[in-house]
């Protein structure tokens, strides 16, 4: 079991540019998250999932987009970074609503 | 999701046991406590949560109050690995709701040999 892969591990990116950050999880969990983290915080939530074609806004969703055609992937886009999205971004998974599993990280720079 | 209050950073010492304190004295009746940690770079492992009894397992205990207001982790034998920001979040367990955690700034627990 690899638990909760996110590709890639680093980017930077220039103001304007796109990208999109891929999560994906081996457990057959329903739930899904996106988490951001500033230096010196804690994590903020995104945008989570319930299930294969569902996604909600969390506590910050502006600024991204996300998606889930599979149940195993769960798909963070920034159509147009800002450097105020300079951040850690964590994904996490859970099979039932106590514990999240979360996966290495994405470090992300926007120039 | 009721706030909750923990020391910015801890000491220990190797093989102690390390006890961290989390206020959360607006919790509700149906708020459980649960604990998470977050090493250096990593994401955030999940150690324990309870509801009123206190709970035991491979990694930790948790030890609630009576009245709920309060809660200490315990790690039993703390060891350099422990270093890590620890957090303590209060929150709704909706049964199959699958809104997020609120993480605060934690506590910096630092393990010294």
């Given at each position: 079991n690899a638990g909760v892969t996110q590709t890639p591990k680093f980017r930077v990116l220039k103001t304007g540019q796109s990208m999109t950050l891929l999560c994906a999880q081996d457990m057959n969990h329903e739930y899904m998250y996106w988490y951001r983290q500033?230096?010196?915080?804690?994590?903020?939530?995104?945008?989570?999932?319930?299930?294969?074609?569902?996604?909600?806004?969390?506590?910050?969703?502006?600024?991204?987009?996300?998606?889930?055609?599979?149940?195993?992937?769960?798909?963070?886009?920034?159509?147009?970074?800002a450097p105020s999205q300079t951040s850690v971004y964590f994904c996490a998974s859970s099979l039932i609503w106590n514990e999240q599993f979360f996966g290495p990280g994405t470090r992300l720079t926007v120039l | 999701d009721a706030k909750t209050t923990q020391p910015t950073s801890m000491d220990c010492a190797e093989g102690r046991a390390a006890n961290l304190p989390c206020n959360h004295s607006t919790i509700s009746g149906n708020e459980y406590v649960y604990w998470y940690r977050q090493i250096h770079s990593q994401g955030p492992q999940y150690i324990i949560h309870g509801l009123k009894n206190n709970e035991t397992n491979e990694m930790a205990s948790l030890i609630i109050t009576e009245d709920?207001?309060?809660?200490?982790?315990?790690?039993?034998?703390?060891?350099?690995?422990?270093?890590?920001?620890?957090?303590?979040?209060?929150?709704?367990?909706?049964?199959?709701?699958?809104?997020?955690?609120?993480?605060?700034?934690?506590?910096?627990?630092?393990?010294?040999?």
């Open positions: 500033d230096p010196g915080m804690g994590l903020r939530l995104i945008h989570y999932s319930v299930g294969e074609g569902t996604t909600a806004k969390g506590e910050v969703p502006d600024g991204y987009n996300v998606s889930r055609l599979k149940k195993q992937n769960f798909l963070l886009g920034l159509e147009s970074a | 709920r207001k309060s809660s200490t982790l315990i790690l039993p034998h703390a060891t350099l690995r422990d270093t890590a920001v620890y957090y303590c979040i209060v929150r709704v367990d909706s049964g199959g709701g699958a809104d997020g955690l609120t993480f605060g700034k934690g506590t910096h627990l630092i393990i010294q040999p």
